[in-house]
């Protein structure tokens, strides 16, 4: 099947510092990506889509300024935590698929500490 | 607007025993169903979807589904639960061409010895 690969797993970081998730398609090229966030012991919420080339649409209550999602090749989209908080903390999934035609393949998901 | 809707955050089963885990729906347009398997910090893998045809889905592990138009379901089901398949469960439906995933709250299933 084909793979997703995040990076980093697991990243800590402090109070006020930025820090960047990455989202590769291994054996595929992605023309849409999906960044989730999901608490503890919660489901996965969709936090925003992005396609190749364009803007990122954000789900309504997505901060766009304090999550920047680029997608700048058709393997790669990249979440950036800006000035991260404690409440930032959470577990963060990527999925990225072919067309809308086809399922979407997911990460591994990035675990967020800020501290 | 999908959404849906996983009955049993928690499902405890014996080894060897049936497994059955709910999910109903609803969608104003046809459709496309998924089973997804959480194991604890790690990503998803999907176990099976319908999108169209044959109602009855075959998964990877031993696991199937079945899409039921009038019931609005599409529990999964496995015949006989193993130890490894201790995981969190999520249903997720989406529109055909759509891009937005909706999620269910997930089922953690727990598989005694």
């Known amino acids: 099947g084909a793979v997703v690969s995040q990076h980093p797993s697991r990243v800590i970081c402090k109070s006020g510092t930025s820090v960047k998730i990455e989202c590769r398609s291994l054996?595929?090229?992605?023309?849409?990506m999906f960044w989730y966030r999901q608490f503890p012991k919660q489901s996965l919420m969709l936090m925003a889509t992005s396609n190749e080339g364009s803007k990122a649409t954000y789900e309504q209550g997505v901060e766009k300024d304090k999550f920047l999602i680029n997608h700048a090749s058709l393997t790669l989209s990249t979440l950036t935590v800006t000035s991260a908080h404690p409440e930032d903390s959470s577990f963060y999934i990527c999925?990225?698929?072919?067309?809308?035609?086809?399922?979407?393949?997911f990460g591994q998901g990035t675990r967020l500490t800020v501290v | 607007a999908q959404s849906v809707t996983q009955l049993g955050s928690h499902v405890s089963v014996s080894e060897g025993a049936l497994v059955l885990l709910r999910c109903n729906y609803s969608?104003?347009?046809?459709?496309?169903l998924f089973w997804y398997v959480q194991y604890p910090n790690q990503g998803l893998q999907l176990l099976l979807k319908y999108t169209t045809g044959a109602t009855l889905v075959k998964g990877i592990n031993g696991f199937e589904a079945e899409f039921k138009k009038s019931e609005t379901s599409f529990h999964l089901t496995k015949p006989s639960a193993h130890m490894s398949d201790a995981a969190e469960y999520f249903c997720a439906v989406r529109r055909e061409y759509g891009n937005k995933l909706v999620f269910g709250a997930g089922t953690i299933l727990r598989v005694k010895s």
């Open positions: 999925s990225a698929r072919v067309d809308r035609d086809t399922e979407a393949f």
């Open positions: 054996d595929f090229q992605a023309t849409t």
């Open positions: 969608s104003s347009v046809p459709p496309y």
